[in-house]
């Protein structure tokens, strides 16, 4: 039986993750370790703690006591990291705790996967690091030009790996996937914002003329490249992972009206709140994952539709989390300026 030590498992790719491999490799035995930020919820873990085959600790990954002691009590062998602060609007407002999770966070796994001798590190990190492209596709090879702080903090981690494999030969890979969607995503971030806010008849608040483009990729086939790097990847490189999933968020935003039956006046173009820090383009080249034998399996537009069908379904868990003081104080501090009355 093989151990991997899952961070961030009660987020939204880690969660989707860990349902992942626990379903595809009955040899798996999957440990969480989870600091249970904001975006950290027991409630998405619910189906995966009925799982003998999982277990959880509460814990920051930057707690090297904390990291080490799990990793001897439960003999772990991989490491796959998905603790982050992720997303970028926050990064705008209080950068500081991403330089935590981020960069610190990361040295301080990949030094416990040194010290214990550890089978593999697989480092999850984005696109977003490469910044924007206006008519170029993203290559492992593309120079590391981020924008945000978030990027940047995660361009620091990956560096990081890089490092780590060249100076001690530390087993370490780095995917880099565009943006994701799916069930279980916190609704702060496009999709699941706007999909919870139509669901209530809100007005949702699109950026600029929507006119930006991001490369989507439904998570399950994010789930299912991470694995095939752990499996197949070679030490010390970079793969990454998108299911040609170009889109503008304008077009995005109007296949969700559709799909919830929704009106157009519904849409609130804002002034754009990332200002210079918004990437115009995102567009992903995986041929690389795809040369060790990785194909996506889920076209965007049917998959787009699971998705809302899902929150149209599990509006309990979505609604306990819009209902927290946290969420609101964040949607109130970012938007309230814009959406006034709206709200
Ligand atoms: P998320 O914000 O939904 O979840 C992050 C999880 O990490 C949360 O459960 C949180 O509690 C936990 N966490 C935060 N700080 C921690 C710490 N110090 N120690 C332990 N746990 C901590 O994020 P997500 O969207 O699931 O993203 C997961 C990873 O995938 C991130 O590394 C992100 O950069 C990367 N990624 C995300 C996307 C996307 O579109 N969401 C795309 C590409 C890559
Ligand atoms: O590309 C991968 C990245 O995708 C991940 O690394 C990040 O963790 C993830 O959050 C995501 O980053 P983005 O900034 O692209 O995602 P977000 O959902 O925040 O925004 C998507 C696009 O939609 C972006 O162009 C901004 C726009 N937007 C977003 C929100 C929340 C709006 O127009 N209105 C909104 O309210």
């Given at each position: 039986?093989?151990?991997?030590?899952?961070?961030?498992?009660?987020?939204?790719?880690?969660?989707?993750?860990?349902r992942?491999?626990?379903?595809?490799?009955?040899?798996?035995?999957?440990?969480?370790?989870?600091?249970?930020?904001?975006?950290?919820?027991l409630?998405?873990?619910?189906?995966?703690?009925?799982?003998?085959?999982?277990?959880?600790?509460?814990?920051?990954?930057?707690?090297?006591?904390?990291?080490?002691?799990?990793i001897?009590a439960e003999?772990?062998?991989?490491?796959?990291?998905?603790?982050?602060?992720?997303?970028?609007?926050?990064?705008?407002?209080?950068?500081?705790?991403?330089?935590?999770?981020?960069?610190?966070?990361?040295?301080?796994?990949?030094?416990?996967?040194?010290?214990?001798?550890?089978?593999r590190?697989?480092?999850?990190?984005?696109?977003?690091?490469?910044?924007s492209?206006?008519?170029?596709?993203?290559?492992?090879?593309?120079?590391?030009?981020?924008?945000?702080p978030y990027?940047?903090?995660?361009?620091?981690?990956?560096?990081?790996?890089?490092?780590?494999h060249?100076?001690?030969?530390?087993?370490?890979?780095?995917?880099?996937?565009?943006?994701?969607?799916?069930?279980?995503?916190?609704?702060?971030?496009?999709?699941?914002?706007?999909?919870?806010?139509?669901?209530?008849?809100?007005?949702?608040?699109?950026?600029?003329?929507?006119s930006?483009?991001?490369?989507w990729?439904?998570?399950?086939?994010?789930?299912?490249?991470?694995?095939?790097?752990?499996?197949h990847?070679?030490?010390?490189?970079?793969?990454?992972?998108?299911?040609?999933?170009?889109?503008?968020?304008i077009?995005?935003?109007?296949?969700?009206l559709e799909l919830?039956?929704?009106?157009?006046?519904?849409?609130?173009?804002?002034?754009?709140?990332?200002?210079?820090?918004?990437?115009?383009?995102?567009?992903?080249?995986a041929?690389?994952?795809?040369?060790?034998?990785?194909?996506?399996?889920?076209?965007?537009?049917?998959?787009?539709?699971?998705?809302?069908?899902?929150?149209?379904?599990?509006?309990?868990?979505?609604?306990?989390?819009?209902?927290?003081?946290?969420?609101q104080?964040?949607?109130?501090?970012?938007?309230?300026?814009?959406?006034g009355?709206?709200?």
């Amino acid at each position: 039986m093989k151990t991997l030590l899952v961070t961030g498992c009660a987020g939204f790719i880690g969660s989707n993750y860990c349902r992942y491999v626990l379903q595809k490799d009955a040899d798996a035995r999957v440990i969480g370790l989870d600091a249970l930020t904001y975006a950290g919820n027991l409630s998405t873990m619910h189906d995966l703690k009925q799982n003998t085959r999982f277990c959880f600790y509460p814990g920051k990954i930057q707690d090297d006591t904390v990291v080490s002691g799990i990793i001897q009590a439960e003999k772990v062998d991989y490491i796959v990291n998905f603790a982050a602060e992720s997303h970028n609007d926050r990064s705008l407002l209080n950068p500081a705790e991403f330089i935590q999770t981020d960069v610190a966070g990361v040295f301080t796994l990949l030094d416990a996967t040194r010290k214990f001798g550890l089978r593999r590190m697989l480092h999850v990190s984005t696109d977003e690091v490469y910044g924007s492209t206006i008519d170029g596709r993203f290559t492992e090879q593309t120079p590391l030009e981020p924008n945000t702080p978030y990027s940047a903090s995660k361009a620091g981690g990956d560096l990081q790996c890089r490092a780590h494999h060249i100076a001690y030969n530390t087993p370490v890979v780095v995917t880099r996937c565009g943006n994701n969607f799916g069930p279980w995503q916190y609704p702060e971030k496009l999709l699941p914002f706007f999909i919870t806010r139509l669901i209530d008849n809100r007005r949702v608040p699109l950026y600029g003329d929507g006119s930006q483009v991001r490369d989507w990729v439904f998570v399950e086939d994010h789930c299912s490249g991470i694995h095939h790097v752990l499996e197949h990847g070679e030490p010390g490189q970079v793969y990454n992972i998108g299911a040609d999933g170009e889109q503008t968020n304008i077009a995005v935003t109007r296949m969700l009206l559709e799909l919830l039956g929704k009106p157009e006046s519904l849409i609130k173009h804002i002034p754009d709140p990332r200002g210079n820090a918004h990437d115009r383009r995102y567009s992903i080249d995986a041929s690389r994952l795809k040369s060790l034998g990785w194909q996506p399996e889920h076209e965007f537009s049917a998959s787009l539709e699971c998705t809302v069908k899902w929150y149209s379904s599990r509006q309990n868990w979505w609604r306990e989390i819009l209902a927290k003081p946290d969420y609101q104080a964040f949607i109130k501090r970012f938007y309230g300026k814009y959406l006034g009355e709206d709200l």
